[in-house]
């Protein structure tokens, strides 16, 4: 009886649908939940998990016994009908997860899908349609490495966060065109960790939270999108929603240590923490910075943009060297295994092979003028030359 059921459940997981994880998309589940009915990966069957058994029962497809019952209640549902029912009102910013993606953001995905069910019906999400969110969150002081709570808001085209509970004026008013949000956990050491960047006089500037819940943590993100989208609607009528979607946040491409040379052939190597931010590679002292030191826009290749091994004639090599052409100097930089210098150069050559879009104009032209007014400034600007 169990062969003959164990068999059933191996021929359902081989069905279209059946045959990628219900929540992140994963290949070739191994496990299920036999009273929800879907087949899930690994992963995603250990939330569920920890969802309990009142909402989620969770068994091997291979190693558990299966019965005819649970066999039946698979055959019936199976992921493509489940989707039908837990997904119908997913709104059209939310992030779904893939496998790979920040814990937080698959777990809160499965927590709202099966325990709060909030895409069955729009009355629970009211941080989308409310349009508007304020609360406290823990951030980040800028030069140490202490958090804080502060209250933010969210509204319209901005968000805002104040030092004090009952101040009247913003510390800072981030407008939402301005603004990218990422989920940051493994840097900041926080499994509810969001990395905020934006242009502020001058310069990219980074800002850093958490809340202890996750679902706040992602009720936030969701937010900030939601009311992206609502924006970029708005001045954009007659593209569609789903268009816009992939410019409401955007993850950073890679980061990490590197060793950064000055142009002068004197100049020793300094460990760099850098990011690659879509067409913006921003190097720091620390991982956790408000500001980097320098920021290099990363235009297309036919301008004079370039990547190579090594380095150039003159310069001290040093480790897995690589070398940045850009039309007004080059970068120096080493990776400290051959791994990571692939795996910088790929991402890199990837970034000048692609055409510019009118928005990295913008971004080009943001950097451009903020190098002319920020001349001055504490950060080192002379890594900007390369854009005007
Ligand atoms: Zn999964």
């Not at 569920?48 to 989620?56: A, E, K, N, Q």
């Not at 955007?250 to 923490?273: C, H, M, Q």
């Not at 080009?364 to 002319?372: C, E, F, H, I, V």
Request: with cysteine; aromatic share 10%.
């Amino acid at each position: 009886m169990s062969d003959r059921n164990s068999r059933r459940i191996s021929e359902l997981v081989k069905q279209s649908g059946n045959n990628e994880c219900a929540d992140c998309g994963y290949q070739n589940p191994e496990w299920a939940s036999c009273n929800i009915g879907v087949f899930l990966c690994t992963t995603c069957a250990t939330w569920h998990r920890r969802l309990g058994t009142h909402v989620s029962k969770v068994k091997s497809l291979k190693l558990d016994k299966w019965d005819d019952e649970q066999v039946e209640s698979m055959e019936a549902v199976g992921n493509i009908q489940a989707k039908q029912k837990y997904e119908v009102h997913v709104p059209a910013c939310y992030r779904i997860p893939k496998a790979g993606d920040p814990p937080v953001l698959l777990e809160q995905w499965i927590r709202a899908k099966y325990e709060r069910q909030e895409f069955m019906s729009v009355d629970k999400q009211t941080y989308i349609t409310n349009n508007s969110m304020e609360g406290t969150l823990m951030k980040k002081a800028r030069d140490e490495n202490k958090y804080f709570p502060r209250k933010f808001v969210i509204s319209d085209k901005s968000l805002k966060y104040y030092s004090k509970e009952n101040s009247k004026e913003p510390k800072a008013t981030i407008p939402l065109s301005e603004l990218n949000v990422c989920l940051a956990p493994a840097k900041m050491n926080q499994d509810n960790g969001l990395q905020l960047s934006y242009m502020c006089d001058g310069s990219t500037r980074h800002i850093y939270v958490y809340h202890e819940s996750g679902e706040t943590i992602i009720q936030w993100y969701m937010a900030i999108r939601s009311i992206k989208l609502n924006w970029l609607m708005v001045a954009y009528p007659s593209v569609a929603a789903e268009e816009l979607v992939p410019y409401l946040t955007n993850d950073f491409v890679i980061e990490g240590w590197l060793s950064k040379t000055g142009p002068s052939e004197r100049d020793a190597y300094r460990k760099r923490w850098f990011i690659l931010d879509d067409r913006k590679l921003m190097y720091h002292e620390g991982p956790m910075d408000a500001y980097p030191r320098g920021e290099i826009f990363l235009g297309y290749k036919d301008d004079n943009y370039s990547i190579q091994e090594g380095v150039p004639r003159g310069c001290k090599d040093h480790d897995f060297s690589f070398s940045l052409t850009t039309p007004e100097r080059t970068f120096v930089m080493s990776a400290p295994t051959l791994d990571e210098r692939s795996r910088w150069m790929q991402a890199i050559n990837t970034v000048l092979e692609r055409t510019l879009r009118p928005q990295d104009n913008q971004s080009k032209m943001a950097l451009a003028s903020s190098r002319k007014s920020a001349r001055n400034s504490r950060h080192s600007w002379f890594s900007l030359g390369s854009l005007v």
